[in-house]
């Protein structure tokens, strides 16, 4: 099992390819635009991995700062970000090691794509800090996670099963007693026995967890979605935990 920026590191190689990068940018700007307030100039991303949050917040308009504990993945996040000929300022930081010269700086900060659930609980109390403490007075932080409730409970292992040109990408969770493994699987579908599997440890924080943690660092009003189409959450049907909270 790796390390989780290990993992991401290895994963970055062929990341883009088993999320279909260009489908879920599109989408994913157009879900955004949701939560666009003409309040919010610089935004920050914290946990970017190849930046498609981060260029979509762009390509919206925003002033984009990007953070990630994996170099591989920063460094493909720039390339993309080349590549879409958006201006963004990238760094290797995990969320708990963002440095005091970012304080104060944004009125919006976003942590997507289950990021949070790949930080143990004492570091998870640190990011949430540095979250409330890089922004503004009245800032924003928006949370996107997956809804564990659901997940521990129907126990199903397949999170998903990609193709792209003639590799498969299988995610899959592995269930323990008190924690979960998320892996995954790539091959070719003309080379089967030249497989590649990794492994990383997942933290399935629930709702009281998160809204603990907000409580704690000094957040309020907190809004739960469903999901960043800002669906009703659900803990037994819905996918995944979305929070929009204030500084």
């Known amino acids: 099992m790796k390390k989780n920026k290990f993992f991401y590191n290895t994963a970055s190689g062929y990341y883009d390819k088993m999320i279909n990068f260009e489908s879920a940018l599109t989408k994913r700007k157009n879900l955004l635009a949701g939560f666009a307030d003409n309040k919010i100039f610089s935004v920050?991303?914290?946990?970017?991995g190849t930046g498609v949050d981060a260029i979509s917040l762009a390509q919206l308009g925003y002033s984009v700062t990007a953070f990630d504990p994996s170099v591989e993945m920063i460094n493909k996040a720039r390339e993309n970000s080349k590549l879409t000929n958006t201006k963004i300022e990238f760094f290797n930081y995990s969320a708990s090691d963002i440095p005091k010269t970012f304080y104060n700086k944004f009125d919006l900060t976003v942590s997507l794509g289950n990021t949070i659930a790949n930080i143990n609980?004492?570091?998870?109390?640190?990011?949430?800090?540095?979250?409330?403490?890089?922004?503004?007075?009245?800032?924003?932080?928006?949370?996107?996670?997956?809804?564990?409730?659901?997940?521990?409970?129907e126990k199903e292992r397949i999170v998903n099963i990609t193709k792209k040109d003639n590799e498969y990408f299988i995610?899959?969770?592995?269930?323990?007693?008190n924690e979960l493994t998320f892996n995954i699987l790539r091959f070719n579908s003309d080379k089967t026995s030249e497989k590649e599997l990794i492994s990383t440890k997942?933290?399935?924080?629930?709702?009281?967890?998160?809204?603990?943690?907000?409580?704690?660092?000094?957040?309020?009003?907190?809004?739960?979605?469903?999901?960043?189409?800002?669906?009703?959450?659900?803990?037994?049907?819905?996918?995944?935990?979305?929070?929009?909270t204030k500084k």
């Not at 920050?44 to 970017?48: K, S, V």
């Not at 995610?171 to 007693?177: E, S």
């Open 171 to 177: 995610r899959f969770y592995d269930f323990g007693n």
């Open 44 to 48: 920050a991303d914290i946990g970017c």
């Open 121 to 153: 609980s004492k570091q998870l109390e640190k990011s949430f800090i540095k979250f409330y403490r890089i922004l503004k007075s009245g800032g924003k932080l928006l949370i996107q996670l997956l809804n564990y409730e659901k997940i521990l409970k």
């Open 202 to 244: 997942i933290f399935p924080y629930k709702i009281k967890e998160i809204k603990l943690f907000l409580k704690k660092t000094g957040f309020e009003k907190t809004e739960l979605y469903g999901g960043l189409d800002k669906s009703s959450f659900n803990p037994c049907s819905s996918n995944d935990l979305v929070l929009f």
